[in-house]
């Protein structure tokens, strides 16, 4: 009894214990889990955290793709351009120098004529009979001239003879004299009249073309430096460009030509024309520099086989000099603007580029002279300025600067 008492006491606290046992084991279970939970946690927000106060780099920015040119050395002529005005290498008004009665015009307005051409005829009628009229007088003073030398002659044998008196053989010389000047003046007036019935056929003093006529058939014209013009009459065959030189060019360019007797290369374009077709040369430079505008005028002549060149017509001047220089170029396109200041991009070897200021000259053909700021050799971005900046790494497209011009053509 006493041993059953004890196995179920045993058994008892046996079964209480293992329950007792279990209890801290589930919690400390618990306990562990709920810790495991926050430290995941924590480190999740921990990530979190440092990934949005540091977050990961976004992939490598593609390089952008340019055109790159290398800065290239010439040797060149300088050039100026001006503005100038065409003018006539021979302009006539055509003026009447007898008056009269116009009885025609022998030509259309605006027409070419040739040296000798008849332009207008005055009637001639009262000239033909002034002509007449003064060959009958030149006639009469002949026969005068005539009789009185073979008075004189019969009296230098009278007087050889004694036989008249010396005072009568004077006067007979003089009166034979005096025979013959009438005669000299009459042929005088009988040239003027006919040169007046020339000048009756009006005729083209050079070749070219004339303007409209000033007036009609059927009106009476009168002569005098007053009197208006029948028409005006240009040369064709050349025309002159006139235009001012300011004070540098002309020290750099034409004074020197002018000291070794040389000349200066000048071109010249139209207004509806690129570039300057036509090559002239220059003819004559003014003797002083106008103190107001501190340029000297020069004029310049160009052959106009074709007629376009017309007197008055707006004109494109080029005017270089005739010693060839070296020359940085390049492209125009390549050149950006910071307020007053040029510059360009350079490309290093590792493709990056890099802002350089630079000054600029004149144009030489297409391209850019270069006078500070570069070196031959460097490479330059010449397209593409809007979409890179100093310090971009790029792909660089190597193409050739644009084509040089030694000399101005229509094509520039």
Same mark, same amino acid.
């Given at each position: 009894?006493?041993?059953?008492?004890?196995?179920?006491?045993?058994?008892?606290?046996?079964?209480?214990?293992?329950? *007792?046992? +279990?209890?801290?084991?589930?919690?400390?279970?618990?306990?562990?889990?709920?810790?495991?939970?926050?430290?995941? %946690?924590?480190?999740?927000?921990?990530?979190?955290?440092?990934?949005?106060?540091?977050?990961?780099?976004?992939?490598? $920015?593609?390089? +952008?793709?340019?055109?790159?040119?290398?800065?290239?050395?010439?040797?060149?002529?300088?050039?100026?351009?001006?503005?100038?005005?065409?003018?006539?290498?021979?302009?006539? /008004?055509?003026?009447?120098?007898?008056?009269?009665?116009?009885?025609?015009?022998?030509?259309?307005?605006?027409? *070419?004529?040739?040296?000798?051409?008849?332009?207008? +005829?005055?009637?001639?009628?009262?000239?033909?009979?002034?002509?007449?009229?003064?060959? $009958?007088?030149?006639?009469?003073?002949?026969?005068?001239?005539?009789?009185?030398?073979?008075?004189?002659?019969?009296? /230098?044998? &009278?007087?050889?003879?004694?036989?008249?008196?010396?005072?009568?053989?004077?006067?007979?010389?003089?009166?034979?004299?005096?025979?013959?000047?009438?005669?000299?003046?009459?042929? $005088?007036?009988?040239?003027?009249?006919?040169? !007046?019935?020339?000048?009756?056929?009006?005729?083209?003093?050079?070749?070219?073309?004339?303007?409209?006529?000033?007036? +009609?058939?059927?009106?009476?014209?009168?002569? %005098?430096?007053?009197?208006?013009?029948?028409? @005006?009459?240009?040369?064709?065959?050349?025309?002159?460009?006139?235009?001012?030189?300011?004070?540098?060019?002309?020290?750099?360019?034409?004074?020197?030509?002018? $000291?070794?007797?040389?000349?200066?290369?000048?071109?010249?374009? &139209?207004?509806?024309?690129?570039?300057?077709?036509?090559?002239?040369?220059?003819?004559?430079?003014?003797?002083?520099?106008?103190? *107001?505008?501190? @340029?000297?005028?020069?004029?310049?002549?160009?052959?106009?086989?074709?007629?376009?060149?017309?007197?008055?017509?707006?004109?494109?001047?080029?005017?270089?000099?005739?010693?060839?220089?070296?020359? &940085?170029?390049?492209?125009?396109?390549?050149?950006? @603007?910071?307020?007053?200041?040029?510059?360009?991009?350079?490309?290093?070897?590792?493709?990056?580029?890099?802002?350089?200021?630079?000054?600029? %000259?004149?144009?030489?053909?297409?391209?850019?002279?270069? /006078?500070?700021?570069?070196?031959?050799?460097?490479?330059?971005?010449?397209?593409? &300025?809007?979409?890179?900046?100093?310090?971009?790494?790029?792909?660089? !497209?190597?193409?050739?600067?644009?084509?040089?011009?030694?000399?101005?053509?229509?094509?520039?």
């Amino acid at each position: 009894m006493s041993d059953s008492l004890n196995n179920s006491a045993t058994h008892a606290s046996t079964k209480l214990g293992t329950k *007792l046992g +279990t209890k801290p084991r589930r919690l400390a279970l618990a306990v562990s889990a709920v810790l495991f939970i926050l430290i995941v %946690g924590a480190g999740i927000v921990g990530a979190i955290r440092v990934h949005a106060s540091n977050p990961e780099p976004k992939g490598a $920015a593609v390089a +952008t793709n340019v055109d790159v040119a290398e800065v290239i050395s010439r040797s060149i002529i300088d050039w100026q351009s001006y503005s100038g005005k065409l003018e006539a290498v021979e302009r006539v /008004e055509i003026r009447p120098l007898v008056g009269g009665t116009l009885t025609a015009v022998h030509f259309k307005d605006g027409s *070419l004529v040739k040296k000798g051409d008849l332009l207008f +005829t005055i009637d001639p009628r009262p000239y033909l009979a002034e002509v007449a009229k003064v060959q $009958a007088q030149l006639a009469a003073a002949q026969a005068r001239s005539d009789y009185t030398a073979s008075d004189v002659t019969r009296a /230098e044998r &009278l007087l050889a003879d004694n036989a008249i008196a010396r005072r009568d053989y004077e006067e007979k010389q003089n009166a034979a004299r005096e025979a013959a000047a009438n005669v000299l003046a009459a042929k $005088a007036a009988l040239q003027v009249a006919k040169l !007046n019935l020339e000048y009756t056929q009006i005729t083209a003093p050079i070749s070219g073309r004339i303007s409209r006529a000033e007036i +009609t058939s059927g009106n009476v014209i009168a002569v %005098g430096v007053n009197s208006a013009p029948l028409s @005006t009459l240009v040369s064709v065959s050349q025309v002159y460009a006139a235009f001012d030189v300011d004070e540098q060019s002309y020290l750099k360019f034409v004074h020197p030509a002018q $000291a070794k007797n040389a000349q200066v290369s000048v071109y010249l374009g &139209l207004a509806n024309e690129e570039g300057y077709s036509r090559q002239g040369k220059v003819t004559s430079i003014d003797n002083r520099v106008d103190a *107001l505008s501190g @340029t000297i005028r020069v004029r310049a002549v160009f052959d106009n086989q074709d007629g376009m060149l017309l007197p008055g017509l707006f004109a494109r001047i080029h005017l270089g000099g005739n010693v060839p220089h070296q020359a &940085l170029l390049i492209d125009e396109k390549a050149i950006g @603007t910071d307020q007053d200041k040029r510059f360009v991009l350079i490309v290093d070897k590792d493709n990056h580029t890099a802002y350089r200021e630079v000054h600029v %000259g004149a144009r030489q053909g297409d391209l850019m002279i270069v /006078e500070a700021g570069l070196h031959a050799g460097e490479h330059i971005v010449v397209n593409g &300025l809007q979409r890179t900046h100093p310090g971009d790494t790029i792909t660089p !497209n190597m193409v050739p600067m644009s084509k040089i011009a030694t000399a101005p053509s229509a094509t520039l």
